[in-house]
């Protein structure tokens, strides 16, 4: 404690100004020791016009750091609310939108589907994805298996079945222990595990951020692969996980969260989409993708304008968690949620506030979106059901009209 107080005494000494901030925000206590205990402390001050920066940190009171350690306040976005917006991924992949040459590529980027697939043989194809985010969640643990479920969601969403996974990871590894790191992988490990998979390998940067994610690598039969773009007129829409994790865990980001709704978010995006690879074997599903951050109405319309057709969305049949309506009315929503809506929002009929708020909501690990042939509906919600879900029609498709998805 006394060397503390001797530099600061000498940072006043010979420094325009000094100043504390702790993680990312200016602290406005005069106590130094409710600033360090616990957790890091920045000593940033100016002399002659420069910037410098101390870094103290694994400070020997307080407790135990990676006990304090909040992830989600060492990045600007959270899960996959951190993806680039709809509008502005459209200039980046301008020059990836045509069909492939190869003809074993079965699929590639042009439909923006969840992963590429390449033939085996006549029967089989190899599926490839990859995601990675930053911290949509504290706990390193569940981070780890949160970032390893939504990754493992594009295979089930092509009705493939994982074979294995290798980890991305970028830590900041002069802002956070190590060992922190470690647990976020013991957390994609234990999903993988949970898969039926292992996690075989992968790669690691010093980055500003943490970061983590999988590269998943998969296999599906040529007649149970399924695409986000072969919908047809008249087929129902069913949806598996209800909307407003973004919501929640905005809330939690803010410390906002009601103790009755602490661990609700978590443990739905913890929840893997196995049953994709069961609705791959069933004729009756035409289309499948799955929901992520550019909201439920966002790949509503990749569904729609890839099958050049529009879909018709029940919104009072919507699925949602409990309480998000509290949150929104206390201002608990995500940056994306303006975003996604301002990159889409042309190829939608004219909603509500309220409508907005909750189907562009940034989903990380979100539920399947799929399409149903009416005259196989009725075998799809049997084989849900077997599976522990009870689901409803949220809407169907119909003939194209001015506008990709109309809500109604």
Same mark, same amino acid.
């Given at each position: ?7 600061l005494r000498l940072?006043?000494r ?8 702790w993680g990312?925000r200016p602290?406005?206590?005069n ?5 360090i205990?616990g ?6 001050f100016r002399t002659?016009?420069?910037?410098s920066?101390i $870094?103290?940190?694994d400070?020997?009171?307080g407790?135990?750091?990676?006990k ?8 600007? *976005?959270a ?17 990836s939108d ?15 589907d969840?992963a590429?697939?390449y033939?085996i043989?006549e !029967?089989?194809?190899?599926?490839s994805t990859?995601?990675?985010f930053t911290?949509?969640i504290?706990d ?10 939504n990754?493992l969601s %594009?295979i089930y969403a092509m *009705?493939?079945?994982p074979?294995?996974a290798?980890?991305i990871?970028?830590?900041?590894v002069?802002?956070?222990?190590l060992?922190?790191?470690r647990?976020v ?6 999903a993988? !595990?949970s898969a ?5 390998g992968?790669?690691?940067i010093d980055?500003l951020e943490p970061?983590?994610?999988l590269?998943?690598?998969?296999v599906?039969s ?9 919908? /047809?007129?008249?087929?129902?829409i069913?949806?598996t996980k209800?909307?407003g ?5 905005t809330a939690e980001k803010i410390?906002q969260? /009601?103790v ?10 913890? !929840?893997?989409n ?6 791959g074997?069933?004729?009756g599903?035409?289309?499948m993708?799955d ?7 966002g ?5 729609a304008?890839?099958a050049?057709i ?5 919104y %009072? %049949?919507?699925?949602?968690l409990?309480?998000?309506s509290?949150y ?9 949620t #303006?975003?996604?809506?301002a990159s889409?929002?042309?190829k939608?009929?004219?909603i %509500?506030d309220?409508? /907005?708020?909750?189907?562009c909501?940034?989903?990380t690990?979100?539920g399947?979106l799929?399409a149903?042939s009416p005259?196989?509906?009725g $075998?799809?919600?049997?084989l849900?059901l077997?599976l522990?879900?009870?689901l #409803?029609p949220i809407?169907?498709?119909?003939k194209?009209?001015?506008v990709?998805v109309?809500?109604?």
């Amino acid at each position: 404690m006394a060397l503390i107080f001797s530099l600061l005494r000498l940072m006043h000494r010979f420094v325009a100004w000094p100043g504390i901030i702790w993680g990312r925000r200016p602290c406005q206590s005069n106590s130094v020791r409710n600033l360090i205990q616990g957790c890091n402390l920045w000593l940033v001050f100016r002399t002659k016009g420069l910037v410098s920066i101390i $870094v103290l940190y694994d400070l020997p009171w307080g407790g135990s750091m990676q006990k304090d350690i909040r992830l989600t306040q060492y990045s600007r *976005g959270a899960g996959c609310g951190c993806k680039i917006p709809p509008e502005e991924l459209n200039v980046i992949l301008a020059d990836s939108d045509t069909p492939s040459s190869d003809p074993f590529l079965w699929v590639n980027g042009a439909f923006r589907d969840d992963a590429a697939v390449y033939e085996i043989d006549e !029967e089989r194809g190899l599926v490839s994805t990859t995601d990675f985010f930053t911290p949509i969640i504290d706990d390193p643990f569940d981070f780890g298996r949160i970032s390893a479920a939504n990754a493992l969601s %594009d295979i089930y969403a092509m *009705g493939a079945d994982p074979l294995m996974a290798v980890a991305i990871l970028g830590w900041p590894v002069s802002l956070l222990p190590l060992e922190v790191a470690r647990e976020v992988i013991r957390g994609g490990r234990t999903a993988c !595990e949970s898969a039926g998979i292992p996690l075989a390998g992968g790669h690691s940067i010093d980055s500003l951020e943490p970061i983590f994610g999988l590269a998943v690598t998969g296999v599906v039969s040529k007649k149970g692969l399924k695409r986000n773009n072969t919908a /047809r007129v008249n087929d129902v829409i069913y949806l598996t996980k209800p909307l407003g994790v973004g919501i929640l865990t905005t809330a939690e980001k803010i410390s906002q969260l /009601r103790v009755e709704d602490i661990g609700v978010a978590r443990d739905l995006m913890c !929840e893997l989409n196995k049953g994709g690879s069961q609705f791959g074997k069933l004729d009756g599903v035409t289309a499948m993708t799955d929901v992520s951050g550019f909201g439920l109405l966002g790949h509503l319309i990749e569904m729609a304008d890839g099958a050049g057709i529009t879909a018709r969305l029940n919104y %009072d %049949d919507v699925p949602r968690l409990q309480g998000v309506s509290h949150y929104l009315a206390e201002g608990c929503m995500p940056v994306g949620t #303006l975003r996604n809506f301002a990159s889409y929002k042309s190829k939608v009929n004219t909603i %509500d506030d309220e409508q /907005r708020d909750l189907l562009c909501d940034p989903q990380t690990s979100g539920g399947l979106l799929i399409a149903v042939s009416p005259e196989e509906e009725g $075998v799809f919600v049997s084989l849900a059901l077997g599976l522990g879900m009870k689901l #409803l029609p949220i809407g169907k498709f119909v003939k194209r009209k001015d506008v990709s998805v109309e809500v109604v």
